[in-house]
């Protein structure tokens, strides 16, 4: 009987003062399951908009190399779903060529509105209302106009049902804390509570099984637009996913605060939207990626559930613009070819997508700065550990394992190959055990996969039913699936995860 088991290990920044080699524990305790990672497909970056879906094709599903599996979309305020009416530079059609390949191939499509339509506002324009005026009125959602927030954005979801695209989860706002002069709507946090709790029941969810509902989503990840929907009974029942961005906050701050709530009462937690190193005048460096890197791996250990980075296409991006004024000595910013940051991302996206986390015996608590991260999961059949080391010194690194382990492959990033920045190794092991000794080279980002010997403890698959008890699963390549279908993996609601085939 084939017996499964993954774990996957992210650990970062080990400083040149320590010592040329370290240990680290992966414990069996279990933390949150993964449900993926993603980017946006918003008009700036994806011009010409509706057209171009070379991004998604390099970037998504589980063959492609990069390996992403959720898809961010704007609900622009311009348009109701009519065809005929008019809008200012952009509309709902605009991302559904791109949602249509990321749904081919497993993935999941959201929407947010950076500002509902602009005659339901104090302001009367989807314009936020930030300018230098001190006058200036601040946009938000008018209170008459409760009752019909969530009636458009079912219109959103039967115009892409339409077009051929089922979408997963609708949001409540992007940045309801953030006063804007580009489109937007604030929210105090009191109000996103009076607008759940008395009028989120209209999101057609009968019409449009399995959508979710996002909170709204904070430009930091504070706890005071989280913790008020959490708290009340009403909004628990109709929020599914806690989201917020990072600008201003490390993941380890506001963000593991905010996941403390949503994790007691089963929800999950998604960071939707953050562009580290924006805004820079040239192709971030190697070690600028490895920041990246860590962030990935500080969500994790915040609690996080999903990762959704800013534009898909950009210099600073997972694919080239083609604008030159951004290349660096070798470096190109060859437009729609992968960049370096993409294969950063890959690491976790292919590996970490459906796991489940546990905890080691380093994990990092806080955002203060620290000489190493790690960060551990299950998933599967094989063991994976994830490396990352920013000094100039390389380390030997003795992994202590939960179960026995038979053999190995190494997948290395360094930042100086000049296409493929993933290379792949094997790793020798002599005999079953549970302590392996790997090289991790200095300022390198590494994933080292193991696979379980099948005589250590380990997940036995059997046939179970669609009814039996109340379970998440996901198919093989760890997309989460609405309902078990097949051969598929079940995390049951006791934290126990096994391989089960469901015969209707």
Same mark, same amino acid.
């Given at each position: 009987?084939?017996?499964?088991?993954?774990?996957?290990?992210?650990?970062?920044?080990?400083?040149?003062?320590?010592?040329?080699?370290?240990? +680290?524990?992966?414990?069996?305790?279990?933390?949150?399951?993964?449900?993926?990672?993603?980017?946006?497909?918003?008009?700036?970056?994806?011009?010409? %908009?509706?057209?171009?879906?070379?991004?998604?094709?390099?970037?998504?599903?589980?063959? $492609?190399?990069?390996?992403?599996?959720?898809?961010?979309?704007? #609900?622009?305020?311009?348009?109701?779903?009519?065809?005929?009416?008019?809008?200012?530079?952009? =509309?709902?059609?605009?991302?559904?060529?791109?949602?249509? +390949?990321?749904?081919?191939?497993?993935?999941?499509?959201?929407?947010?509105?950076?500002?509902?339509?602009?005659? %339901?506002?104090?302001?009367?324009?989807?314009?936020?209302?930030?300018?230098?005026?001190?006058?200036?009125?601040?946009?938000?959602?008018? &209170?008459?106009?409760?009752?019909?927030?969530?009636?458009?954005?079912?219109?959103?979801?039967?115009?892409?049902?339409?077009?051929?695209?089922?979408?997963?989860?609708?949001? #409540?706002?992007? &940045?309801?804390?953030?006063?804007?002069?580009?489109?937007?709507?604030?929210?105090?946090?009191?109000?996103?509570?009076?607008?759940?709790?008395?009028?989120?029941?209209?999101?057609?969810?009968?019409?449009?099984?399995?959508?979710?509902?996002?909170?709204?989503? @904070?430009?930091?990840?504070?706890?005071?637009?989280?913790?008020?929907?959490?708290?009340?009974?009403?909004?628990?029942?109709? /929020?599914?996913?806690?989201?917020?961005?990072?600008?201003?906050?490390?993941?380890? /701050?506001?963000?593991?605060?905010?996941?403390?709530?949503?994790?007691? %009462?089963?929800?999950?937690?998604?960071?939707?939207?953050?562009?580290?190193? *924006?805004? /820079?005048?040239?192709?971030?460096?190697?070690?600028?990626?490895?920041?990246?890197?860590?962030?990935?791996?500080?969500?994790?250990?915040?609690?996080?559930?999903?990762?959704?980075?800013?534009?898909?296409?950009?210099?600073?991006?997972?694919?080239?613009?083609?604008?030159?004024?951004?290349?660096?000595?070798?470096?190109?910013?060859? !437009?729609?070819?992968?960049?370096?940051?993409?294969?950063?991302?890959?690491?976790?996206?292919?590996?970490?997508?459906?796991?489940?986390?546990?905890?080691?015996?380093? *994990?990092?608590?806080?955002?203060?700065?620290?000489?190493?991260?790690?960060?551990? %999961?299950?998933?599967?059949?094989?063991?994976?550990?994830?490396?990352? *080391?920013?000094? !100039? =010194?390389?380390?030997?690194?003795? +992994?202590?394992?939960?179960?026995?382990?038979? @053999?190995?492959?190494?997948?290395? @990033?360094?930042?100086?190959?000049?296409? =493929?920045?993933?290379?792949? !190794?094997? /790793?020798?092991?002599?005999?079953?055990?549970?302590?392996?000794?790997?090289?991790?080279?200095?300022? $390198?980002?590494?994933?080292?996969?193991?696979?379980?010997?099948?005589?250590?403890?380990?997940?036995?698959?059997?046939?179970?039913?669609?009814?039996?008890?109340?379970?998440?699963?996901?198919?093989?390549?760890?997309?989460?699936?609405?309902?078990?279908?097949?051969?598929?993996?079940?995390?049951?609601?006791?934290?126990?995860?096994?391989?089960?085939?469901?015969?209707?």
């Amino acid at each position: 009987m084939k017996k499964i088991v993954t774990t996957v290990l992210a650990l970062a920044a080990i400083t040149a003062v320590e010592a040329a080699s370290l240990t +680290i524990t992966v414990n069996s305790t279990r933390k949150q399951t993964v449900t993926g990672f993603g980017a946006a497909c918003c008009d700036g970056a994806m011009k010409p %908009y509706g057209t171009d879906t070379q991004p998604v094709r390099l970037l998504y599903g589980p063959t $492609s190399k990069i390996g992403l599996n959720i898809m961010r979309m704007e #609900i622009s305020p311009s348009f109701r779903g009519d065809e005929n009416a008019s809008w200012s530079t952009y =509309n709902w059609q605009g991302c559904v060529p791109s949602a249509k +390949i990321v749904k081919e191939r497993g993935g999941i499509v959201f929407g947010t509105p950076w500002s509902p339509p602009g005659d %339901y506002k104090t302001n009367g324009t989807a314009q936020g209302g930030n300018t230098e005026d001190a006058n200036a009125v601040r946009g938000k959602l008018r &209170e008459d106009c409760y009752d019909k927030f969530f009636p458009w954005l079912n219109t959103y979801l039967k115009y892409m049902k339409t077009k051929g695209v089922a979408v997963d989860a609708v949001s #409540i706002q992007n &940045e309801p804390d953030w006063w804007v002069n580009y489109s937007g709507c604030l929210y105090d946090p009191q109000d996103l509570v009076k607008l759940v709790k008395n009028y989120a029941y209209m999101l057609d969810r009968e019409t449009y099984p399995g959508v979710k509902l996002i909170s709204g989503e @904070s430009l930091g990840f504070t706890q005071n637009y989280t913790d008020p929907l959490m708290n009340d009974a009403t909004c628990r029942e109709q /929020i599914d996913i806690v989201a917020g961005h990072l600008y201003g906050h490390a993941p380890l /701050i506001y963000m593991k605060e905010s996941a403390k709530l949503a994790t007691k %009462y089963g929800k999950e937690v998604w960071m939707t939207e953050h562009s580290v190193t *924006d805004n /820079i005048d040239h192709l971030p460096n190697w070690h600028e990626q490895l920041i990246f890197a860590e962030e990935l791996n500080e969500c994790m250990l915040a609690g996080c559930t999903g990762y959704i980075y800013w534009y898909m296409r950009a210099h600073w991006a997972f694919v080239g613009t083609g604008e030159t004024k951004y290349n660096v000595g070798t470096m190109r910013n060859t !437009k729609n070819q992968l960049l370096p940051r993409a294969y950063v991302m890959s690491h976790f996206s292919k590996h970490v997508t459906g796991s489940t986390r546990l905890t080691t015996s380093r *994990d990092k608590t806080s955002g203060e700065g620290a000489a190493s991260e790690y960060s551990a %999961y299950i998933k599967g059949d094989s063991l994976i550990v994830m490396a990352i *080391d920013t000094t !100039k =010194n390389a380390i030997d690194l003795k +992994i202590t394992l939960p179960y026995n382990v038979k @053999s190995g492959v190494h997948l290395l @990033s360094t930042g100086n190959e000049k296409e =493929n920045l993933c290379q792949e !190794k094997p /790793i020798t092991i002599e005999e079953s055990t549970k302590t392996v000794t790997v090289e991790m080279p200095a300022r $390198s980002l590494n994933t080292y996969i193991f696979m379980i010997d099948n005589g250590s403890t380990a997940i036995s698959e059997h046939t179970a039913t669609p009814t039996e008890g109340k379970s998440t699963y996901y198919d093989l390549h760890g997309h989460r699936l609405p309902a078990p279908k097949g051969l598929c993996i079940e995390k049951s609601a006791d934290g126990i995860t096994r391989k089960i085939y469901v015969n209707y």
